[in-house]
């Protein structure tokens, strides 16, 4: 059981990659919410960003795969704690800063991310 969750995790938090490249396609720049800068914001380092998210990715991959819960659902909950949470810490701007299309993209990106965990 422990290696096929490590496996999902390592794999799913590796697909974030696809998911921040098409989104700085789509924007023409990095997202708001873009892990480097967020790592800026919060320890001034990009790096530091980087290794939060190895930290939390495969920390929500276990809590998918343990809970059992519905990618759909998932992934949308994510987004919204994320939309909460992170500027009121500091990795983000407020909210009403952010690009029309950054919201819409955060769910998207918190879905393609638990819909990888299912699939994985």
């Known amino acids: 059981m422990a290696a096929p969750m490590i496996r999902a995790a390592l794999l799913a938090t590796l697909a974030l990659r696809v998911a921040d490249a098409l989104e700085r396609n789509l924007l023409g720049r990095p997202p708001i919410y873009d892990v480097d800068a967020m790592g800026r914001r919060l320890f001034g380092s990009a790096r530091a960003g980087r290794t939060l998210r190895w930290v939390y ?7 998918q795969k343990t809970l ?3 990618p759909l659902f998932f992934g949308p909950a994510i987004a919204l704690a994320e939309l909460l949470a992170m500027p009121r810490v500091g990795a983000t701007p407020p909210v009403r800063r ?6 819409p993209l955060l769910f998207a990106h918190a879905t393609f991310f638990a819909l990888a965990v299912d699939l994985l």
């Open 68 to 70: 059992r819960l519905p």
């Open 98 to 103: 952010w690009r029309r299309a950054e919201v």
């Open 57 to 63: 990715g495969p920390a929500l991959v276990v809590t």
